[in-house]
């Protein structure tokens, strides 16, 4: 893996509490880990992707924060999950402002069977997972299609 010494923007969910892992974290403030930054193990763990952090931390029983890692920071490999030496608290979001930011990723990750005109951020030109799509053979999130699982 990787590892940087750069700044980096992401998304950090907590419990109710504010906290994570036992780590108690307020707002405004900067913490510093001493010891080995291992993505899923140890260091301060955030992600790129706002949709990334519902893996980690379900809407309905968690809060979610704008937060700064820096120091060595290190990729995890499944998603954009990076572990760092360094985290600062920026600003909590509201759950409306943590929902438009995940409402954007997925909406600018959308991919329908008929739109030829872009990519799939995921895929490259030859896709067929349209997941987030409302429509569509592969889409998983859809309301109909030969695949969709929310279907009604």
């Known amino acids: 893996m990787k590892n940087t010494n750069k700044s980096l923007t992401c998304f950090k969910g907590f419990d109710l509490n504010l906290k994570c892992r036992d780590f108690q ?3 405004g403030k900067s913490y510093k880990h001493s010891g ?13 992707k706002a949709t990334d ?3 980690y931390y379900p809407p309905a029983e968690s809060r979610y924060a704008e937060v700064e890692l820096s120091g060595k920071v290190v990729p995890h490999s499944g998603d954009s999950k ?5 985290i600062k608290i920026i600003r909590e979001l509201t759950n409306k402002e943590f929902l438009a930011l995940v409402l954007a990723e997925m909406f600018a990750e959308t991919k329908t069977e008929s739109d030829g005109s872009r990519p799939c951020p995921r895929c490259g030109t030859d896709c067929r997972c349209e997941k987030n799509a409302s429509s569509g053979h592969y889409a998983t999130n859809a309301s109909s299609g030969n695949y969709a699982t929310n279907a009604s």
């Open 36 to 48: 080995p930054v291992v993505p899923c193990d140890s260091g301060f763990h955030a992600c790129t």
């Open 25 to 27: 974290f307020v707002v």
């Open 53 to 55: 952090v519902w893996n």
């Open 82 to 86: 990076h572990a760092a030496s360094n």
